[in-house]
């Protein structure tokens, strides 16, 4: 098992990574303040981890919360089920929420912790590739709203995170590939000797080679964990982490949630940046077609749906947590390994992208 470490003062915490270890009491349990103990999770993950999870936490009282599946239930009104079960359980402050699934239970379950009595405590076990790499670390909590992606949330760190890279056996190919999106990104915007390790083991990846998995996984939460560390609040790097993500929450925005998935809309998003990098002279058109290959190697779209235009894209996209006064401000690629920080776009220049990339 490996261990990293969120360094964040009083609420540094864990990152566990190994096989089959997201039932592990003797680490849980150093994370659990008290007897009571909601788990949070989903329809169809209830059926393939909740027994056993709960079988190991007979020790404590026990109580369960099964969402509907989808992205499409990300919302204030499902949130309200896990508000209904710790109060008729009658959970008190010090009790402690787990998370087992994918970035949506993550999200929720986090935000659900923030707000429960001002805050208890919460503990991320993810169970998509996803969540593995990117939503389970860092504390961004929240549900989207019918106009916007994730406008709705709070930062609020878990106080520590299990990554179970066997849970990943039963995830769909088309789940597992939306998780790449999100590896790809950090050597897009961070690491460039990733990057080419990606392009080197990208055959590997998608064959699930543990090994190969295992070293991605690891490599994405160092990534992550290092900007977290440095923003925990995103007022400067961490925006860079959302390469792609102004384009791509415009897209399940625009598109109904659920039609697109997250990593989906993000590989599309990244490729609209990286055609608007090599607008404004950052990039190559041969950075662009090598960023295109990594991803189409990793069986992801990468040209944006025609339903939506120009026009709506940018009323979609001035719904974003980076706008400031009503400006879309993008992040956008210096070079491949080396995100700029985020910054206005003249309008006809991102028309021209919105107008041209992927649309022949
Ligand atoms: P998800 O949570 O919807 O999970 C995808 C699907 O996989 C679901 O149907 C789920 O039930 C299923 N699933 C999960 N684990 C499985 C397993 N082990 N075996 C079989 N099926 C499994 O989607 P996601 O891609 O994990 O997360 C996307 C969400 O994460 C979006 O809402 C996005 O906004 C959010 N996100 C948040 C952050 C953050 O920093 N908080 C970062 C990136 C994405
Ligand atoms: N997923 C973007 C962030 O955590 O900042």
């Not at 990117?134 to 106080?159: C, E, R, W």
């Not at 982490?241 to 791509?248: D, S």
């Not at 950075?287 to 944006?304: G, K, M, Q, S, W």
């Not at 910054?343 to 028309?351: C, F, G, T």
Request: glycine share 8%; aromatic share 8%.
């Amino acid at each position: 098992m490996k261990t990293l470490q969120v360094e964040l003062e009083g609420r540094s915490y864990p990152i566990y990574i190994g096989e089959s270890i997201y039932c592990n009491l003797s680490l849980l349990k150093d994370f659990i303040q008290s007897k009571q103990v909601l788990i949070l999770t989903n329809e169809l993950l209830a059926d393939l981890y909740l027994d056993a999870l709960v079988k190991q936490l007979s020790e404590y009282q026990v109580a369960s919360c099964i969402l509907p599946d989808g992205e499409q239930f990300k919302n204030l009104t499902i949130l309200n089920q896990i508000f209904d079960v710790l109060l008729s359980e009658r959970f008190s402050r010090n009790a402690t929420l787990i998370a087992l699934g994918g970035g949506v239970i993550g999200d929720m379950g986090g935000f659900a912790a923030a707000c429960y009595q001002r805050g208890i405590s919460f503990i991320q076990i993810p169970t998509t590739l996803l969540a593995q790499v990117d939503s389970s670390v860092g504390g961004k909590t929240g549900v989207n709203h019918a106009l916007g992606k994730n406008m709705i949330g709070a930062f609020y760190q878990p106080k520590c995170v299990l990554i179970d890279t066997k849970v990943l056996a039963t995830l769909e190919d088309r789940q597992f590939s939306a998780g790449l999106a999100e590896v790809i990104k950090y050597g897009l915007i961070r690491d460039l000797e990733f990057f080419e390790w990606l392009e080197g083991n990208m055959d590997a990846l998608m064959a699930r080679n543990p090994d190969v998995l295992a070293e991605a996984i690891e490599r994405s939460c160092k990534n992550k964990a290092e900007v977290v560390n440095a923003d925990e609040f995103e007022s400067g790097v961490r925006a860079t982490l959302n390469l792609g993500h102004t384009f791509g929450h415009a897209i399940e925005t625009g598109m109904g949630y659920g039609k697109y998935l997250h990593g989906e809309a993000v590989a599309i998003g990244c490729c609209q940046a990286a055609d608007l990098s090599y607008r404004l002279g950052y990039l190559t058109d041969r950075d662009v077609e090598r960023i295109e290959r990594l991803l189409v190697r990793a069986n992801l779209p990468i040209t944006p749906p025609k339903e939506l235009d120009a026009e709506r894209f940018i009323e979609l996209m001035a719904v974003d947590k980076k706008n400031i006064d009503g400006d879309i401000r993008l992040i956008l690629l210096k070079k491949i390994g080396e995100a700029l920080l985020p910054m206005p776009v003249a309008r006809s220049l991102l028309e021209q992208t919105l107008n041209n990339y992927g649309r022949n």
